[in-house]
């Protein structure tokens, strides 16, 4: 196998990051791709930066081991806590977290400079995606905040009725309500894009919404590009998905996230 066909690992805590991988599947078509995901020890949204650098070496050290040429860090809280850490405990490949991306996507989109961004605990504590969107655009007034309950919403696939309504409101109604209020609301979780309709009902039509889901398929396909590691072999890509908890599990809460079937015989189980 030439470096060129070597797969794409994708890395997330659980099942958020098919998000990710979704939109980097449809970018890059011929890539072979192995995702993932840590079910036996999400959620790492709560966890301290020590807990969550050591669970991600684990992960990473499995996606090197089974010959990835690059990885992507779909999870915005490891992509804010961890990346300058994996980038130098693995110097051998290159790794792409989403928070740059989405922080780029919004400084874009955002036209006076109020940027809102949600995000777990342990990302908003980090405190990457304001420092990132200063990088771009020191002049921005950022506030970030967290929603940790969207999380488990996301995953029982409760989008939207007066519970869920009532509880984005809490978390996202005053801040919108404010004037002037933000013009852009960063999506930094895995989970959030499954809301974003009842997010949009409580923060009105006019706010521009950024996932970086998008944006960092980009990104990845400009890197294999310029470093000769995209795939040119002409057929489709692979999927193949690794889990350290249940496999059948991750294919029926991950269709949820992929916005289609996981076929359960690409799904494996692995223990660290
Ligand atoms: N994947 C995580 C993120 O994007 C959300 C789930 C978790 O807390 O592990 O931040």
Redesign the pocket.
């Known amino acids: 196998m030439t470096d060129r066909q070597r797969p794409v690992g994708v890395f ?3 099942v ?2 098919l998000t990710v991988f979704r939109a980097v599947r449809r970018r890059l078509p011929a890539e072979n791709l192995l995702y993932l995901g ?1 079910n036996a020890r ?6 301290s930066r020590e807990t969550i650098v050591r669970y991600t070496e684990e992960c990473v050290s499995t996606l090197v081991e089974r010959g990835v040429k690059c990885l992507v860090v ?7 806590v961890a990346l300058p850490t994996l980038q130098s405990r693995f110097p051998g490949i290159p790794v792409l977290g ?1 928070v740059e991306p989405g922080a780029l996507a919004a400084c874009r989109a955002s036209v006076s400079g109020r940027i809102a961004v949600i ?2 605990r ?2 908003v504590n980090g405190g990457a995606y304001v420092a990132a969107i200063h990088r771009y655009r020191p002049d921005a007034q950022v506030v970030s905040l967290p929603c ?1 309950l969207f ?1 488990p919403l996301a995953e029982e696939g409760w989008f939207d009725g007066p519970l869920v309504e009532g509880i984005a409101a809490r978390y996202l109604g005053s801040l919108f309500a404010a004037d002037p209020a933000p013009d852009c609301l960063v999506l ?5 894009p499954l809301l974003s309709g009842v997010i949009r009902k409580v923060i009105g039509p006019e706010p521009v919404m950024v996932d970086s889901a998008e944006t960092t398929a980009d990104a990845l396909a400009a890197m294999l590009v310029e470093r000769g590691l995209d795939n040119t072999s002409g057929q489709c890509g692979s999927n193949a998905f690794l889990t350290t908890d249940d496999a059948a599990c991750f294919a029926q809460i991950g269709a949820r996230f992929l916005g289609g079937d996981v076929c359960r015989d690409n799904v494996s189980h692995i223990s660290l």
């Open positions: 997330d805590s659980g958020g990051g840590d999400v959620p790492y949204g709560s966890k779909a999870c915005n809280t490891v992509s804010a989403v995000a777990t342990s990302t940790p999380v930094g979780c895995t989970h959030y």
